[in-house]
């Protein structure tokens, strides 16, 4: 496996591979919003990858916010992991059957509680899918893992973070939500939220670095952000509605070699909730 903290990706080669390696573990991240009418634990419980747990980005969460799935503490992540048999020594691979953004999700997660080993599916269940490879789906039963939990606190950012760099400018904030969201010119999906974006914020659409659910090449991506005026010397904070396609800008940024970027956990469904912060238009 590629170097855990210079790779952000693997390939379905690569995990057919090394499925039965012992210190590799797969896990189902897929998540669905209430409107897409699917059941995220369901369709896992139907089909996964062999051997694959089911890490649920709802319960694995803030249960004392009223904002939605917001990162839990270290002890609840890491007694949540360890019963998943996900834990130190671990060389953890996410997957999705959507378009990468939960997988993402839970490589941020990982990640911020300071698992480095870890990686997401390239292209996901879908093409693993495609590609004719061994599905299962018999309940995986694994064993429990310790986990020592190290948040990295550089990788999360809050309202307060946020607001600060909306009027200083001290980082540049990219939003992942199609441009329609973006812009004010289509409603937002939760009832509450005004539309619009965070002043001085760039759209980049988590859409756009995907081709298929999967990721663009290096230069590609490069090149968008590029275009979006990124200054790669300065320090960025990804948002999108709830923070999870923030991570697809976040992992997108992780491959090109940018490492001074946090997930504003919050994003939109708490910035357009409250009329005190300012919104841009168009």
Not at 79 to 102: A, E, F, P, Q
Not at 163 to 183: C, H, M, T, Y
């Amino acid at each position: 496996m590629p170097q855990s903290d210079l790779s952000c990706l693997v390939s379905t080669e690569w995990l057919a591979r090394h499925l039965d390696a012992p210190d590799v573990r797969v896990v189902d991240g897929s998540h669905h919003l209430g409107n897409a009418g699917r059941n995220a634990r369901a369709e896992y419980e139907a089909e996964h990858i062999p051997g694959a747990v089911f890490f649920e980005i709802d319960d694995i969460a803030d249960s004392t916010s009223s904002l939605p799935h917001m990162v839990p503490s270290s002890e609840k992540f890491a007694s949540r992991v360890r019963k998943l048999g996900l834990g130190d020594g671990n060389r953890i691979i996410v997957y999705d059957n959507s378009d990468l953004w939960s997988a993402a999700r839970v490589w941020w997660m990982f990640r911020l509680f300071g698992h480095a080993d870890v990686a997401v599916l390239d292209g996901g269940l879908a093409k693993w899918k495609a590609e004719g490879r061994a599905l299962d789906d018999m309940p995986s039963v694994p064993r429990e893992r310790h986990f020592t939990p190290r948040r990295d606190a550089t990788l999360i950012r809050d309202v307060t973070d946020v607001a600060r760099a909306s009027k200083l400018g001290d980082q540049q904030i990219i939003d992942a939500r199609a441009p329609g969201r973006f812009n004010g010119s289509e409603p937002e999906p939760r009832e509450g939220l005004r539309s619009g974006h965070v002043p001085g914020s760039v759209n980049i659409c988590y859409r756009d670095l995907l081709d298929n659910g999967v990721m663009k090449p290096e230069a590609e991506l490069r090149a968008i952000f590029d275009k979006a005026g990124l200054d790669f010397s300065r320090p960025v904070i990804t948002t999108c509605g709830s923070g999870i396609t923030a991570a697809v800008l976040g992992l997108a940024l992780h491959r090109i070699g940018h490492r001074d970027w946090g997930l504003y956990d919050g994003s939109w469904t708490e910035w357009g909730a409250f009329e005190e912060l300012p919104v841009a238009i168009g």
